[in-house]
């Protein structure tokens, strides 16, 4: 038995590596190969004979030699080919018949009638429940395109293949049933996902050539984002100075309360009134500011169909719609989603109020500033006054000695 299949695999090694035109990317030796070694799987798993196992590794090895003469019939091509070699090597005409069943066999819609039928069908589809499946099958579509017996696109192909799989094949054999039919199963989803996948880009890209004309470009998108960006970012700048300065001040009239004032009950301090209402005003001031910097204005927040429909209102700020019922909101945005000038019309507003805001809260932040700055100054020189010409040696008695 190895003898033979020794010399039919030599055999079938020089006719596909030589006399095969290139095209055959798919039926070509190594197609072949991987069809002998499913046998071979197959047939260890079934109470077969040895005369048997080598007519079904023989039809494996012979069943697409007839591609070297061309795809049309290659199974009888096939057939004649083996028939010639089995002939050379003194094979009964029995044995040679049932053969060129087997080859015979692997067409395309045949229905096998026997298990040696069953075992070369399934070893030859074998390919349909291996991982790398998609990248066979893509050869067998090249192939088709190279030979000019037909010319799919990826999409054609693979709808092909689904349907192929769930109207046309199946295994036949209880071992390819139970051991390679999950695997298969499993390439059929994969190729039901991708297809799923290319309808949903499909369905996008007209949805973006739909609105093509209706959708600004990138360059407009992100002049609205940055500088919206910007602008909340130099809100959050001014707030943090604020709530600086609004802690700086709280800390000075703390300790001035609870430090300074109490010794102004002492007449021979009198000369520290001045210097520490100076001190104490301009902080107040100081904090009045800072809080006036940081206060939020009071809005309505309600409007009314009226105003949506005469694009009056910024639906994008809160404080337009606070008060408002969700169901209302609801139908304000549907409706300005439905008006692109409407909706950029909105951005620009936001943008304009809050340039407007900005700028009330920084020319505020530079009074603030101003104020502490003249504050500390002109406190600092009443006190160095006050110290110098009313009482120096009091001062210090008093502020080292409590």
Known sequence: MKHILDKAEHKVVKILSHDLAPEYLYHNLRHTQRVVANTKEIIEAVELSENEKEKILLAAWFHDTGYIQGPENHEEKSCEIAKEFLANENFKEQDVEHIEQLILATKRYHEPKNEQEKIIRDADSGHLAQKDFRSISEMLREELQRTGRENYDRNEWRDINIKMFRTEHRFYTDYAK?????????????????????????KKERLKAKFKGEIPDRGVQTLYRTTLRNHIKLSD???TKSNILLSVNAIIISLALSNLIPKLDNPSNDYLIVPTLIFIVFSIVSMILSISATRPNVTSGTFTKEDVEQKKVNLLFFGNFHKMKLQNYEEAIAAMLKDKDYIYNSLTKDLYYLGVVLERKYRILRWTYTVFMIGIILSVIAFGVAFHYFGPERVLENVVGG
């Open 178 to 202: 139970e051991n390679w039919q999950k695997e298969k199963d499993k390439n059929l989803r994969r190729l039901v996902k991708d297809r799923k996948k290319e309808k949903q880009l499909i």
């Open 237 to 239: 700048i001014a707030d």
